[in-house]
């Protein structure tokens, strides 16, 4: 063979042989990268959470505490994280729309991670030469605030890239938005549209408009320095006309409808305390901490349904507040308020102070000690009772009748000597110092006379029945009203009044005048006893508690329990209705009548014109109005009437509207 030829042979066999080699060694350095990449995963992966943890994850809510209707939330408990999960259906359509334009116009096409974003962001980047724009996808957002932390690192940025692809893997895009929307902060503690939409605007996300929906996607970029309440809102509001003119340009909106959303003037809501019927909400809030924990409370997601009908407590703070003002000339200045519904117990509006949200005053002042107005304390709850004056006077008549007496027994309102009380005679006077001789039981608790009352004190103690009472001078029959103070308070306490634990020598007979300290609350409460003839039911504040399920957890079903016989209460119902018989005092027309209503009605005023009461039932609606200070000092001298009447009567005869129109039956034996 020829040289040549050989040679050639050779080469050629060589050339043959040298191919193969590159492959193997392509194949070689491919299977390297591969290999190495899935070490990578399996190394960046083996310690991360699995996507199914999200559910758990997302499921930390706050608490709500809602009015009756369940519309109008009152308050909400939570942690670090303000929180209300809502489902895609809830949410408007361009709100989702609103956030994919803003966040990841190419969601519904990419595997988790956008490669063209993600060279996008690196070009800005290079070309600002700072590392600003992340180029993330919703599902990455996603995984970095639920389980990552925020630090810009290439080990982070692997372990986000790893957990997108297998959230995106494993879940629908509907499902990874639905959980994004419930997740993303939106600053201000808010956390998932829900809270967001409640926090900035006061309305369920199911009712913000687009402009308003432009505004929350708007903060996700920034929600601290894009806040509405920072320096800053000018920029969240043309962050808010970009995202609308994107979503046009998308195709999400006509160019009309962008320019329409842009002229939308936005209403945020006032930054301030999230707190509506703060003294009735503080109380439910003690009460759910109690039992269920506060911990529990801010992540639970719970729903509390509360007995607050909102429109009578928005009616009851005005009319307090108002009422306050005006009694300043007269030295009080402080005011509470409740209404009860007597047939179901059920709290309608509470108003512990004139203003919650007001300061403490005189300046300076010691709360506790010496203010005259502290605006925290729940005068209507407070530990420390006010003394009712003769507001107290119906449950010492009622346990008379409870006894076989009626309003027809005679008593004599003359000066008289009730005996030796605290190491002196005790020989008060009525608040006009004049006496009328002879007058019923009727006569002497409509007027509020003051002697014949303490005298139906002594008919409670005796054991037997006495009629036509003349004694003028009870020297020697301590006693007796010692008796007569045991079963009256045993009678209040079978009502609901909780506060009369004192020695009986230490009350005495001025107990009959309001001596002992009760809480508004209960005194309301009790009156509902008269109103339903003998029915306790005790003062309810929460209808039914829900959990994030929906389930019922907690139901109020407080049962009825008969304290007095229908005869008793219907007697007490009919004096107190009675606008004749307590004409000589206050006159036909006075603040006490209702000319379309029948009302019962009683005053109080203490002897050292330290406390104002007036508490007036009708069979629906039970409400009493204390006026006073905090301090305790003494009010210009005005009877309760006067005082707390007027707040009564300008909220009685609106919030009468709302109930039917019932009178109260008549005793079944006969009347004066």
């Given at each position: 063979?020829p040289?040549?030829?050989?040679?050639?042979?050779?080469?050629?066999?060589?050339?043959k042989?040298?191919?193969?080699?590159?492959?193997?060694?392509?194949?070689?350095?491919?299977?390297?990268?591969?290999?190495?990449?899935?070490?990578?995963?399996?190394?960046?992966?083996?310690?991360?959470?699995?996507?199914?943890k999200?559910?758990?994850?997302?499921?930390?809510?706050?608490?709500?505490?809602?009015?009756?209707?369940?519309?109008?939330?009152l308050?909400?408990?939570?942690?670090?994280?303000?929180?209300?999960?809502?489902?895609?259906?809830?949410?408007?359509?361009?709100l989702?729309?609103?956030?994919?334009?803003?966040?990841?116009?190419?969601?519904?096409?990419?595997?988790?991670?956008?490669?063209?974003?993600?060279?996008?962001?690196?070009?800005?980047?290079?070309?600002?030469?700072?590392?600003?724009?992340?180029?993330?996808?919703?599902?990455?957002?996603?995984?970095?605030?639920?389980?990552?932390?925020?630090?810009?690192?290439?080990?982070?940025?692997i372990?986000?890239?790893?957990?997108?692809l297998?959230l995106d893997?494993?879940?629908?895009?509907?499902q990874?938005?639905e959980?994004?929307?419930n997740?993303?902060?939106?600053?201000?503690?808010?956390?998932?549209?829900?809270?967001?939409?409640?926090?900035y605007?006061?309305?369920?996300v199911?009712?913000?408009?687009?402009?308003?929906?432009?505004?929350?996607?708007?903060?996700i970029?920034?929600?601290?320095?894009?806040?509405?309440?920072?320096?800053?809102?000018?920029?969240?509001?043309?962050?808010?006309?970009?995202?609308?003119?994107?979503?046009?340009?998308?195709?999400?909106?006509?160019?009309?409808?962008?320019?329409?959303?842009?002229?939308?003037?936005?209403?945020?809501?006032?930054?301030?305390?999230?707190?509506?019927?703060?003294?009735?909400?503080?109380?439910?809030?003690?009460?759910?901490?109690?039992?269920?924990?506060?911990?529990?409370l801010?992540?639970?997601g719970?729903?509390?349904?509360?007995?607050?009908?909102?429109?009578?407590?928005?009616?009851?703070?005005?009319?307090?507040?108002?009422?306050?003002?005006?009694?300043?000339?007269?030295?009080?200045?402080n005011?509470?308020?409740?209404?009860?519904?007597?047939k179901t117990?059920?709290?309608?509006?509470?108003?512990?102070?004139?203003?919650?949200?007001?300061?403490?005053?005189?300046?300076?002042?010691?709360?506790g000690?010496n203010?005259?107005?502290?605006?925290?304390?729940?005068?209507?709850?407070y530990?420390?009772?006010?003394?009712?004056?003769?507001?107290?006077?119906?449950?010492?008549?009622v346990?008379a009748?409870?006894?076989?007496?009626?309003d027809?027994?005679?008593?004599?309102?003359?000066?008289?000597?009730?005996?030796?009380?605290g190491?002196k005679?005790?020989?008060?006077?009525?608040?006009d110092e004049?006496?009328?001789?002879?007058?019923?039981?009727?006569?002497?608790?409509a007027?509020?006379?003051?002697?014949?009352?303490?005298?139906?004190?002594?008919?409670v103690?005796?054991?037997?029945?006495?009629?036509?009472?003349?004694?003028?001078?009870?020297?020697?029959?301590?006693?007796?009203?010692?008796k007569?103070?045991?079963?009256?308070?045993?009678?209040?306490?079978?009502?609901?009044?909780?506060?009369?634990?004192a020695?009986?020598?230490?009350?005495?007979?001025?107990?009959?005048?309001g001596?002992?300290?009760?809480?508004?609350?209960?005194?309301?409460?009790?009156?509902?006893v008269?109103?339903?003839?003998?029915?306790?039911?005790?003062?309810?504040?929460?209808?039914?508690?829900?959990?994030?399920?929906?389930?019922?957890?907690?139901?109020?079903?407080?049962?009825?329990?008969r304290?007095?016989?229908?005869?008793?209460?219907r007697?007490?119902?009919?004096?107190?209705s009675?606008?004749?018989?307590?004409?000589?005092?206050?006159?036909?027309?006075?603040?006490?009548?209702?000319?379309?209503?029948?009302?019962?009605?009683?005053?109080?005023?203490?002897?050292?014109?330290?406390?104002?009461?007036?508490?007036?039932?009708?069979?629906?609606?039970?409400?009493?109005?204390?006026?006073?200070?905090?301090?305790?000092s003494?009010?210009?001298k005005?009877?309760g009437?006067?005082?707390?009447?007027p707040?009564?009567?300008?909220?009685?005869?609106?919030?009468?509207?709302?109930?039917?129109?019932?009178?109260?039956n008549?005793p079944?034996?006969?009347?004066?």
């Open positions: 063979m040289k040549r030829k050989r040679y050639l042979k050779i080469y050629q066999k060589n050339k042989g040298r191919v193969p080699l590159f492959l193997k060694l392509l194949g070689f350095c491919f299977l390297f990268l591969v290999f190495g990449l899935l070490f990578l995963f399996i190394y960046y992966a083996k310690d991360l959470p699995r996507p199914e999200f559910t758990e994850r997302i499921s930390i809510q706050s608490t709500k505490i809602f009015d009756e209707t369940g519309k109008v939330l308050y909400e408990m939570y942690g670090e994280e303000k929180r209300t999960l809502v489902s895609l259906k809830e949410m408007p359509d361009y989702e729309k609103a956030v994919i334009a803003a966040e990841d116009s190419n969601f519904y096409h990419h595997w988790g991670i956008d490669f063209k974003g993600i060279m996008r962001s690196v070009l800005i980047n290079l070309k600002i030469m700072k590392p600003v724009y992340g180029g993330s996808t919703i599902p990455q957002q996603l995984i970095r605030t639920t389980f990552l932390n925020l630090e810009k690192t290439a080990q982070r940025k372990r986000e890239i790893i957990l997108a297998e893997r494993r879940y629908s895009k509907d990874i938005l959980w994004y929307l997740q993303v902060p939106f600053g201000s503690n808010a956390y998932g549209v829900e809270a967001a939409s409640q926090t605007f006061r309305k369920p199911s009712e913000i408009s687009l402009a308003e929906a432009a505004t929350l996607a708007s903060l970029r920034a929600p601290s320095y894009l806040s509405p309440y920072g320096p800053n809102k000018n920029e969240l509001l043309a962050r808010k006309d970009y995202i609308l003119d994107r979503m046009a340009e998308i195709g999400y909106l006509t160019r009309e409808e962008a320019e329409r959303a842009k002229k939308e003037r936005l209403e945020f809501v006032e930054r301030k305390i999230p707190i509506l019927a703060p003294h009735f909400v503080m109380e439910v809030k003690n009460y759910l901490i109690q039992k269920y924990g506060e911990d529990f801010q992540k639970k719970l729903k509390v349904y509360t007995t607050l009908d909102w429109e009578l407590q928005q009616l009851a703070e005005k009319v307090v507040k108002e009422g306050a003002e005006r009694n300043k000339k007269y030295q009080a200045h005011a509470s308020l409740v209404a009860i519904c007597p117990g059920q709290i309608l509006a509470l108003v512990g102070s004139k203003d919650w949200f007001g300061k403490p005053y005189p300046e300076g002042c010691t709360p000690a203010c005259l107005f502290e605006p925290k304390v729940n005068v209507a709850t530990k420390i009772g006010r003394q009712p004056g003769s507001a107290f006077k119906p449950f010492v008549y346990t009748f409870e006894k076989g007496y009626d027809k027994e005679i008593l004599i309102d003359e000066e008289t000597n009730f005996g030796i009380w190491g005679e005790y020989i008060p006077q009525n608040y004049r006496f009328r001789g002879k007058v019923s039981l009727r006569e002497a608790l007027q509020s006379l003051n002697i014949p009352s303490i005298k139906v004190l002594y008919l103690g005796s054991e037997e029945k006495i009629e036509n009472l003349t004694l003028n001078n009870f020297v020697g029959k301590e006693k007796i009203f010692l007569g103070l045991e079963e009256s308070i045993e009678k209040a306490k079978e009502m609901g009044i909780t506060t009369l634990n020695p009986l020598s230490f009350y005495g007979p001025s107990l009959v005048l001596g002992g300290e009760v809480k508004l609350l209960e005194m309301v409460s009790a009156y509902g008269f109103a339903t003839e003998g029915l306790r039911i005790p003062p309810v504040f929460i209808l039914r508690i829900e959990d994030s399920h929906g389930n019922i957890i907690e139901e109020n079903k407080k049962t009825p329990k304290v007095l016989s229908k005869n008793s209460a007697l007490i119902n009919d004096i107190l009675d606008n004749e018989a307590r004409a000589p005092l206050f006159g036909l027309r006075s603040l006490l009548y209702f000319e379309d209503y029948q009302v019962a009605v009683k005053t109080g005023t203490t002897q050292d014109y330290r406390d104002a009461w007036t508490i007036g039932y009708t069979p629906s609606l039970s409400v009493g109005v204390w006026v006073g200070n905090n301090d305790n003494p009010l210009v005005k009877i009437v006067m005082l707390a009447g707040i009564w009567r300008k909220f009685m005869e609106k919030a009468l509207l709302k109930f039917p129109k019932e009178n109260f008549k079944e034996f006969s009347l004066l």
